[in-house]
């Protein structure tokens, strides 16, 4: 089993820029799970949606290409891929030459679905859309929709995740409503860098406490864990303690090396959403 601290992560590394798909780097979900109660399936559904905006090669007559990926990996992988493997990875592809578009997508692929899904019993596709330069004008940027709670002024004092601070009152009759907050912030797990990000969370049930909700996601502050592991330890935490009917987590984190990485866990089967950027990313 790969462990974080064997990836090339806080590590001076070499940039191939010859194709090389032996750089990604998967990391079971499993052991991060377990922590947050999460043995087998888990009780949610997903995918975590990653932009790329470092991607070139060069086509058959040698003049380099570029373009956006949009990357979806299904969040039933075993794995998830180390995100400094996959800028490597990418880099590889610079100075590659591919006969077309479609090649250097399907390579794409199918080396992150055989990464994903490395180790499992059954096997599945990553998804992999790229965006070309006669399309850029259209990517849009777009905040989260739903009520923001950092206009609420509360005091602030745990910076360690505290799961007792939500809570949601059952006595009255049930709510719909949509929260986001852009004070989500965590930290590497190896190497302790900032990440920052924005969150969005969908429920209907008795209504959530929103003071002691937006506590808890300042309480992440000083957490070390990665993205996909602080959305589903959210999920979990709301999930168990405020007990809504449905419930969706969706945080979008600003990029890093070209990356960013956008989890989404839900209760229920729904369309996944686009994979449109915000202001800070």
Excluded at 1 to 14: C, D, I, K, V, Y
Aim: proline share 7%; with cysteine.
């Amino acid at each position: 089993m790969t462990t974080p601290e064997q990836s090339q992560l806080g590590r001076a590394s070499a940039y191939a820029d010859q194709y090389d798909a032996s750089l990604l780097f998967p990391l079971p979900r499993a052991p991060k799970r377990a922590e947050i109660g999460i043995a087998g399936d888990p009780p949610f559904f997903g995918a975590d949606l990653w932009t790329a905006y470092e991607l070139s090669w060069l086509n058959s007559r040698g003049k380099p290409q570029v373009a956006i990926a949009h990357i979806t990996v299904p969040c039933e992988t075993p794995n998830i891929v180390e995100s400094k493997s996959l800028k490597l990875y990418l880099n590889s592809f610079n100075s590659t030459r591919f006969a077309s578009l479609d090649e250097v997508r399907a390579r794409i692929r199918q080396d992150l679905s055989e990464a994903a899904w490395r180790g499992a019993s059954i096997t599945g596709t990553v998804g992999v859309r790229l965006v070309t330069p006669d399309l850029f004008a259209q990517e849009r940027v777009h905040e989260q929709d739903g009520l923001l709670l950092d206009r609420l002024d509360i005091e602030c004092t745990r910076y360690q995740p505290a799961p007792e601070l939500l809570k949601a009152n059952h006595d009255e009759a049930p709510v719909t409503e949509t929260l986001v907050s852009h004070l989500l912030k965590s930290n590497c797990l190896v190497t302790g860098q900032p990440d920052w990000g924005s969150v969005q969370i969908a429920y209907s049930g008795a209504q959530i406490d929103q003071e002691g909700l937006l506590q808890y996601i300042v309480s992440f502050r000083g957490h070390n864990e990665f993205h996909e592991q602080c959305v589903e330890r959210i999920f979990m935490d709301v999930w168990q303690r405020c007990r809504p009917i449905k419930l969706a987590v969706y945080a979008r984190y600003t990029r890093r090396g070209g990356l960013d990485i956008n989890p989404l866990r839900t209760s229920h089967p729904q369309p996944m959403p686009a994979n449109v950027r915000t202001a800070r990313q």
